[in-house]
């Protein structure tokens, strides 16, 4: 056992802090050591590049002692890998291949030829599902990012940053080298482990000819299962902006590249079962923007929460009746519910007593719309058969009621506290994120909100940030200095710097911000090194 190579450690929300190690073989060093430990309160231990980010519980332990204690835990050497060397088979005629060889002064063939010849080992799973920054033996390979990401890289792409390999397992923006495709699924649900690659194993890339089927690189989706004409369920007839199953996600699976996903707005989640006597972490309907209408198959009890707008039941017979939001509400087969866009809030959740009666993915009923975990969202003609109602609770129907949301051209304010790259900025700049107003784009989604600003927030570190863990709340910055506030569905490792957070108590909030809105930040907690 040696010392650990800590150069400091940051303060992340105030649910993490960031460990800033000298290199990646000091990450994967400590990582065995803190995570054997089982240290009171740490979550989940996320390893990067050259970080670990910890998550912990503010009730058992508080940022500074977790800090110390990590200090005093003595590194290890990395274990060897469980797994056996695994092949890549690599189709080389990337968008970037010939582009990059020559800003590295060599030929295409030269470039694949020492890709092959490497041998690259699994360091850590980030960014999605099946995602595993691979580092090699040979030092040629220091590859850029490219300065302006992509918004769509096909599943398989094998991708060059920084020092690393890896594999795009879907569809998905990203900013990586393209040199070539593998007809390999990176991800796989069917398959133990799911991801093709894992942390530690050995890893050999095999040029193979352009003939090679590409098409089976894309994930499995999950089907909904099939509902008989007479089960008790509900129809999706207009889907509207986005309808999606949600619960309160899937924790304790970061270290596999799993997101945590679920609710944007968990408290309105938790309200909605609660009035109809469902668990709390029962999964509902998540519907953004408005303009659904679903069809009652069977008699049942739902409720309405979050955003607000028109919303009306109208029955078998053509009668209407308003479907009151924080209400338990008695519907009967043939009613069609209808909910209009709404002009408070972003999104509203629809619990039915009893729940859906889905099968989960890796313990949860979440659409992860990044990473494509979970059921796809729901579409015209989707049925979802409901779960035993007889085994909830009593509803409740002198619930206190509740605020309602902003209206959309209101000023919302937000709390954050300051790191882990705060000091990657000008003191300008920190005056500028909380002394202007942040308007909410149209280009937000649950990945992240997008903000624009009159003025842009200003670097004075202008390096490339190897990729590091990020939080639900994490305000990063691009090169545009315009920022963006991750949601429940954002990249679990990023390279852009985050310059603060949204506390956890704030991230509801967060997550009903619609376009258009305008958001001022407040800061509760300075930047300070632990």
Do not use: K
């Not at 996903?261 to 509902?284: F, Q």
């Amino acid at each position: 056992m040696t010392q650990p190579g800590i150069t400091r450690i940051l303060p992340m929300s105030d649910r993490a802090i960031l460990v800033e190690y000298t290199d990646l073989d000091a990450v994967l060093a400590h990582f065995a050591p803190l995570e054997s430990a089982a240290l009171a309160g740490v979550e989940e231990l996320i390893p990067a590049a050259s970080t670990t980010m910890v998550r912990f519980d503010p009730t058992l332990t508080d940022a500074r002692s977790l800090a110390r204690r990590i200090r005093e835990m003595p590194a290890a050497e990395h274990a060897a890998s469980d797994h056996d060397a695994v092949t890549v088979d690599v189709v080389y005629s990337g968008e970037d291949l010939a582009g990059l060889a020559d800003s590295l002064g060599v030929s295409s063939e030269e470039l694949v030829r020492r890709h092959t010849e490497a041998t690259w080992r699994g360091a850590f799973a980030g960014f999605a599902p099946g995602f595993v920054y691979c580092v090699g033996d040979d030092p040629f390979f220091e590859v850029p990012r490219r300065p302006s990401p992509r918004t769509r890289i096909p599943a398989g792409s094998v991708a060059l940053a920084g020092n690393f390999s890896a594999v795009y397992p879907r569809e998905s923006p990203g900013g990586w080298q393209l040199i070539g495709r593998t007809p390999e699924r990176m991800w796989d649900l069917e398959r133990t482990p799911p991801a093709f690659i894992q942390p530690g194993q050995e890893v050999r890339y095999r040029a193979v000819r352009d003939e090679v089927d590409l098409s089976g690189a894309a994930p499995r989706t999950t089907e909904l299962p099939p509902v008989p004409g007479d089960a008790r369920a509900l129809e999706i007839v207009r889907p509207g902006a986005q309808l999606l199953l949600q619960d309160l996600g899937r924790a304790g699976m970061l270290g596999m590249g799993v997101a945590a996903s679920g609710a944007a707005d968990r408290r309105a989640l938790r309200a909605a079962n609660r009035i109809v006597g469902n668990d709390s972490d029962t999964a509902v309907l998540e519907l953004a923007g408005g303009g659904a209408e679903l069809l009652a198959c069977a008699e049942g009890v739902i409720a309405w929460t979050g955003a607000s707008g028109r919303r009306t039941i109208v029955s078998a017979e053509g009668d209407e009746y308003p479907f009151e939001r924080g209400v338990p509400t008695a519907v009967s087969a043939g009613d069609r519910i209808h909910l209009s866009g709404f002009t408070r809030g972003l999104r509203g959740y629809l619990a039915v007593r009893g729940g859906f009666a889905v099968d989960d993915v890796l313990g949860s009923l979440t659409t992860d719309t990044l990473s494509g975990v979970g059921p796809q969202p729901l579409a015209a003609g989707d049925v979802l058969p409901l779960g035993d109602d007889r085994a909830a609770r009593a509803v409740e129907p002198n619930d206190a009621a509740r605020p309602e949301l902003p209206a959309h051209d209101e000023l919302v304010e937000i709390d954050i506290v300051l790191g882990p790259r705060t000091d990657w900025f000008s003191a300008a700049a920190l005056e500028t994120l909380t002394g202007q107003e942040w308007r909410v784009t149209a280009q937000s989604d649950r990945v992240g909100v997008r903000l624009e600003g009159d003025t842009p927030l200003e670097r004075v570190v202008t390096a490339e940030l190897p990729s590091e863990g990020a939080v639900t709340g994490a305000i990063q910055v691009p090169a545009n200095g315009q920022p963006v506030l991750f949601l429940p569905d954002h990249p679990l490792t990023g390279g852009y710097p985050v310059i603060g957070a949204v506390v956890d108590a704030d991230l509801d909030r967060a997550g009903q911000l619609a376009p258009g809105m305008r958001v001022r930040f407040h800061v509760v907690r300075e930047f300070t090194e632990l």
